[in-house]
């Protein structure tokens, strides 16, 4: 019974590192306040990385670069401006963070666009942390694209 168990244990131990792998995940906080869109995404160097395979880590400029045209925000059909350039932000060592501003033409009907990285892995989610002056939430997104309509900015708005 003991060769048995053993036996068992080494195959385990030499099964499981074949499905052993980083999970590829990103995050972003988006706060919408009036017709402003303020966005930081996060991600680990290792997700920096599946950006370039072959070649060197990204620096700042050009993971903004790929960043900018999957990530955003429109307003009644129509795409939000940035308020600001885009910038990196202070991160904890291994990780890097984006800010992104958004000031879209009016308040009405804004939508979130996030598709960064899952046209390289599609695997691949986002935990999406989306707060507005009324309600706040905590999403995970294998594609983000959440619509923020009046009546859900304004719960009492049914009451008028």
């Not at 932000?89 to 009016?106: D, H, Q, W």
Request: charged content about 15%.
């Amino acid at each position: 019974m003991t060769r048995l168990l053993l036996l068992l244990a080494l195959l385990c131990a030499w099964v499981t590192p074949l499905y052993a792998h980083t999970r590829s995940e990103s995050h972003s906080t988006w706060a919408v306040d009036g017709s402003l869109v303020h966005l930081t995404f996060s991600m680990t160097d290792i997700e920096v990385k599946r950006l370039n395979p072959n070649g060197p880590l990204l620096d700042d400029n050009a993971l903004i670069a790929y960043l900018f045209p999957r990530l955003g925000a429109t307003a009644q059909g129509k795409a939000c401006p940035l308020a600001v350039s885009p910038h990196a932000v202070t991160a904890a060592t291994g990780f890097r963070r984006i800010e992104m501003i958004y000031n879209c033409a009016s308040p009405q009907d804004i939508v979130l666009h996030d598709s960064a990285l899952f046209d390289r892995v599609p695997t691949h989610f986002n935990m999406a942390q989306i707060q507005t002056a009324k309600m706040a939430l905590i999403l995970v997104a294998f594609a983000l694209t959440m619509a923020f309509r009046r009546p859900l900015l304004r719960p009492d708005a049914a009451e008028a």
